[in-house]
Antibody, heavy 120, light 110 residues
Framework: QVQLQESGPGLVKPSETLSLICTVSSGSISPYYWSWVRQPPGKGLEWIAYIHSSGRTNYNPSLKSRVIISVDTSRNQFSLALISVTTADTAVYYC??????????????WGQGTLVTVSS | QSALTQPASVSGSLGQSIAISCTGTSSDVGAYNHVSWYQQHSGKVPKLIIYDVTERPSGVSTRFSGSKSGNTASLTISGLQAEDEADYHCGSYTTISTYVFGAGTTVTIL
């Protein structure tokens, strides 16, 4: 059973960079698509970006200018950086896997999520 | 890209059937048969229950079914059970190769 675990600071100051890592265990990071999804408190889901194990990326247009996503296949990890954060970026951040090697957006395995609060 | 439109809440009695709508545009829901639904119990992680409009992943109850007409997709839950009380989120591919979710619908058992 594939397991995903997000890690990173739970508190980030406005204008700083939010950085998260997702570690994949009990399974290979190849050859799948790996996404970041966030959920503001009490609100719906928002897809942020995905990266394929090959390094191919795709971003939500509304966040594209502030997001960097990368993968480290040797460590079975992928990461998210969101720059110049504001309080509107406060959310639970999930990492998740595409349902099969050809599925980008149908997400079957999810991390437990990590709450990131943007506050001074 | 704008979020897909879902009703904020839907309720039903045990054993009933309910339907949740998910309305988009010709640039997302109406463009492809790539609509998915996720179930999220309170404080829990989303779970994929429908993909490609009508397909169920292995292990998902047959009480969940999906359909689509034009720019609106629907999730039907048949024989409503207590454990179906949760939030349901729809999502769709878009014509610019990205993904958009709805705001989510809370299902309440009366």
């Amino acid at each position: 059973q594939v397991q995903l675990q997000e890690s990173g600071p739970g508190l980030v100051k406005p204008s700083e960079t939010l950085s998260l890592i997702c570690t994949v265990s009990s399974g290979s990071i190849s050859p799948y698509y790996w996404s970041w999804v966030r959920q503001p408190p009490g609100k719906g889901l928002e897809w942020i970006a995905y990266i394929h194990s090959s390094g191919r990326t795709n971003y939500n247009p509304s966040l594209k200018s502030r997001v960097i996503i990368s993968v480290d296949t040797s460590r079975n990890q992928f990461s998210l950086a969101l720059i110049s954060v504001t309080t509107a970026d406060t959310a639970v951040y999930y990492c998740a896997r595409g349902y099969s090697s050809t599925r980008e957006f149908e997400l079957d395995y999810w991390g437990q999520g990590t709450l990131v609060t943007v506050s001074s | 890209q704008s979020a897909l439109t879902q009703p904020a809440s839907v309720s039903g009695s045990l054993g009933q059937s309910i339907a949740i709508s998910c309305t988009g545009t010709s640039s997302d829901v109406g463009a492809y048969n790539h609509v998915s639904w996720y179930q999220q119990h309170s404080g829990k992680v989303p779970k994929l229950i429908i993909y490609d409009v009508t397909e169920r992943p292995s292990g998902v109850s047959t009480r969940f079914s999906g359909s689509k007409s034009g720019n609106t997709a629907s999730l039907t839950i048949s024989g409503l059970q207590a454990e179906d009380e949760a939030d349901y989120h729809c999502g769709s591919y878009t014509t610019i190769s990205t993904y958009v979710f709805g705001a989510g619908t809370t299902v309440t058992i009366l």
